[in-house]
């Protein structure tokens, strides 16, 4: 595709393990640059992390604590926006009989971002 360039090796830890995991998922990842289709779990993660990320910004910016509600309400609305989510959820939707298993994902975000609230409002 293009050539290698001279010491353009990156190593991470979640590059190391995939190779190490399945060196035929790296080479199509790192080697071809192929893109990947996110799991429910990555897209949960991706989620999460940037719910934190905006809590830890606006707690910073606006110098004052976030509420529990909060971030629950931050997480809901970039859940809630995630374009690939929005996606899937809609496979499911278009019948009423079938429970979307994303509903389960979503409220384990729920959860897990309540967990991390309490854990840091522990140290306050």
């Not at 893109?35 to 999460?48: F, H, S």
């Not at 606006?58 to 909060?70: A, R, W």
């Not at 374009?83 to 499911?92: D, G, V």
Request: glycine share 2%; net charge negative; hydrophobic share 30%.
């Amino acid at each position: 595709k293009k050539p290698l360039e001279e010491n353009s090796l990156t190593l991470s830890y979640s590059r190391v393990t995939m190779f190490q995991t399945c060196p035929k998922q790296y080479f199509y990842k790192y080697i071809l640059e192929k893109p990947t289709t996110p799991t429910k779990y990555m897209l949960l993660g991706t989620v999460l992390h940037q719910t934190i990320e905006e809590t830890l910004k606006k707690e910073i910016n606006e110098k004052y604590f976030v509420t529990k509600e909060e971030i629950q309400k931050t997480f809901d609305e970039i859940w809630k926006n995630n374009e690939e989510i929005n996606q899937a959820e809609n496979e499911y939707f278009e019948d009423d009989s079938v429970v979307s298993p994303y509903q389960e994902l979503y409220e384990s975000g729920i959860r897990a971002v309540v967990s991390f609230w309490e854990r840091a409002n522990q140290k306050r």
